[in-house]
């Protein structure tokens, strides 16, 4: 019954303030009551602009499919499905094994091993794919197997192989990163060089949360130690380990844009895939093309779609009137940063990561940067929050995707995860309100 009243309920909400000309507020009631009859997010904030904009009479409907193009026209979002086929390409030609077994032997010795082997192969696969869902996908497949193979617990698996994959829009690489330079105007390059330092300190936080839980629940150590065997997964693995040096390594030294960096990755991936290591042929890269396709598209219409929306917001003054009213609410950049934490934490519950970053970032920036807040550091404080998002439901991306992979029912992909939430939550507040934390190394290198 619950499930019929509420949608019927915000029509009506909607047809009200309709009628007393309330357009602003029927924008978002329409929002919502898409939202709430569960229509792609694209089209909920396509459809609540278009009817905002033929009600209001505010501008020709011919502005809206003018400020999608321009939405969609820039350079860097070209970044995009170069760097989700580079990542594609890597996870068709096995390159993502290779990365594994490498980690493998590097820290599989020590207690736990696996779930450390786990975080680290995430590391690595975060300097090539540069998105958490390809990482929970790809690579969290191989590292879920291998561990209940081992004996760990699958519930244990799956909670370290998600929140490790939240690490990947963190570390260069990163798709969110790319959309909130583009809607913010902020530098990419600097973002991506930010997210380095918040990248390891989340990876070195879920590590002792997994030395922790491993001693706690006297998880064996998975393989003694060989610098032979060592030696050999680091040769077998060297050209895929150089993916993540060539893309960082060209974009801080000024050798590549950001979008030039993907382009470069693909080549290098086509090139590992179908010459070095002849594992890709040409079903796989037709298959891998379609993917890559698809998923572009979903992204680029979301990115023109929130374009209109946020048009509305910054044209109607509402981004000014939020501004205005946190700064009479507190005077505080501390309280400010708070108060954004917690409204990105909690979108987090409910809305894709792309969608959530074309809508906030034209409100939630302005604010901001008037409390003195540095747009590249905010770009890594949105990103974080919302990559933890990833891990609580009812959204909770990775989490499907994960008990998909794995099997595993979501009840239970959830409670596994919910202890690496903690050091995930400690990461994002000491990068928070410790600004040198992403900062120290883009002022380093650009300013």
């Known amino acids: 019954m619950f499930p019929t009243i509420i949608p019927v309920f915000f029509i009506a909400i909607c047809i009200a303030l ?40 505010q501008v020709p409907s011919i502005v809206v499919a003018k400020r999608m193009i321009d939405g969609i026209d820039s350079f860097s979002l070209l970044a995009i499905p170069f760097f989700i086929f580079a990542g594609n390409l890597m996870n068709s030609a096995g390159i993502t094994h290779r990365i594994f077994d490498f980690a493998k032997a590097s820290m599989g010795w020590t207690r736990g091993g696996l779930a450390h082997v786990n975080v680290g192969a995430s590391v690595v696969f975060s300097g090539m794919s540069g ?20 004996g760990y617990d699958p519930a244990f698996a799956v909670g370290v192989t998600a929140a490790s994959s939240t690490i990947g829009p963190i570390i260069p690489p990163s798709l969110p990163l790319v959309i909130y330079g583009v809607m913010a105007s ?14 390891f300190l989340m990876a070195a936080a879920l590590m002792l949360m997994v030395a922790w839980m491993a001693k706690r629940q006297n998880y064996p150590r998975d393989c003694e130690f060989s ?22 390594g060209g974009i801080s030294t000024g050798m590549f844009t950001p979008t030039e960096a993907a382009i470069a990755a693909v080549v290098y991936a086509m090139i590992l895939g179908s010459v070095v290591y002849r ?61 954004i934490t917690l ?9 894709e990561t792309i969608a959530a970053i074309t809508i906030l970032v034209p409100v939630l920036l302005p604010v901001a940067v008037s409390f003195g807040v540095d747009p590249v550091h905010f770009g890594i404080i949105v990103v974080l929050n919302l990559m933890i998002g ?40 000491l990068v928070t309100f410790i600004p040198e934390f992403s900062m120290w190394l883009p002022t380093l290198l650009y300013r």
């Open 18 to 57: 309709l009628m007393t000309e309330h357009y602003l507020s029927f924008l978002f009631a329409s929002l919502a009551t898409f939202l709430i009859l569960g229509c792609p997010v694209a089209i909920c904030l396509a459809g609540s602009s278009l009817l905002f904009v033929f009600f209001s009479g």
């Open 131 to 150: 998105a958490a869902v390809a990482d929970a996908g790809g690579l969290g497949a191989i590292e879920i197997r291998a561990m209940k193979d081992a």
């Open 186 to 199: 902020a530098s990419v390059g600097q973002l991506f060089v930010a997210g380095l330092i918040p990248g």
């Open 227 to 248: 610098f032979s065997v060592l030696w050999y997964t680091f040769k077998r693995a060297f050209l895929s380990l150089l993916t993540p040096v060539i893309i960082i």
């Open 279 to 339: 594992t890709l042929s040409l079903r796989h890269f037709l298959r891998v093309s379609m993917e890559t396709i698809e998923t572009t598209s979903v992204i680029l219409l979301i990115v023109a779609s929130a374009t209109i929306f946020a048009w509305i917001l910054t044209s109607n003054q509402i981004t000014a009137a939020f501004v205005e009213v946190l700064s009479g609410f507190t005077d505080s950049k501390f309280v400010t940063l708070l108060i």
């Open 343 to 351: 409204i990105l934490f909690f979108v987090g519950f409910f809305m």
């Open 390 to 429: 990833l891990l609580t439901p009812p959204v909770g991306m990775v989490l499907y995707v994960l008990s998909q992979v794995s099997g595993v029912p979501f009840e239970k992909c959830v409670k596994g995860t919910a202890p690496f939430l903690i050091p995930l939550v400690i990461s994002l507040l």
